[in-house]
């Protein structure tokens, strides 16, 4: 897409960044590679690296982040917040300790962003496109996290917000996947609800 010259940083940044990249605590990394060789031996397929993918958003001269993280029990909104659903099964939703929040978070952090294969990719410079993006997080369904909302064999999670806001502004996120030949679990599922863009149960 064409950027628009008055506003030449306007742009919406996808980061792939390895799963469990540069924590001292190797649990995310391991639990990953368990469940991806699980999943591989299952569908008859080699092991891929997994990967997490995750947006900055640049308009009207601020950045947003957006993501889907664990609210951990908080009682009130973090940053941004625009959305929370359960985590695991609905009915343990009812508790804050098993929720996820949807965060459109200006000037949020994204952690182990150096991390990022070959860095973050530029994949709109559109102005409207841009501002579908962002606001894509207002229409998010909230599903339930790790559970396969959409009857489509993957799960619902992080990379399904990256994936949907993507989809949902008219990027084709479907050829934006990971690197490497690499698996992003939940990508997936976030194109096609955004595909129907109707609302789970």
């Not at 900055?56 to 917040?81: C, I, Y």
């Amino acid at each position: 897409m064409t950027a628009d010259p008055q506003s030449p940083d306007v742009g919406v940044d996808l980061c792939w960044i390895p799963l469990g990249a540069g924590s001292i605590v190797p649990t995310v990394r391991w639990s990953g590679r368990l469940y991806e060789a699980i999943d591989a031996r299952r569908s008859g397929r080699k092991p891929r690296d997994l990967y997490h993918a995750a947006l900055q958003v640049f308009l009207d001269g601020e950045r947003f982040t957006l993501e889907m993280a664990p609210a951990w029990g908080r009682s009130h909104g973090g940053p941004g917040v625009v959305g929370t659903g359960p985590v695991g099964f609905r009915v343990l939703g009812r508790s804050r300790f098993f929720r996820y929040e949807v965060r459109r978070w200006r000037e949020g952090v994204i952690p182990d962003l150096e991390h990022a294969v070959n860095g973050p990719l530029r994949v709109s410079d559109d102005t409207a496109t841009t501002r579908g993006v962002l606001d894509s997080a207002l229409d998010f369904p909230t599903a339930t996290w790790g559970r396969d909302a959409f009857g489509t064999g993957d799960m619902w999670n992080s990379n399904s917000l990256v994936a949907w806001s993507l989809h949902s502004a008219g990027l084709d996120a479907q050829h934006l996947g990971p690197p490497n030949d690499g698996r992003a679990p939940g990508w997936s599922a976030g194109i096609v609800a955004a595909s129907r863009r109707r609302p789970t149960t």
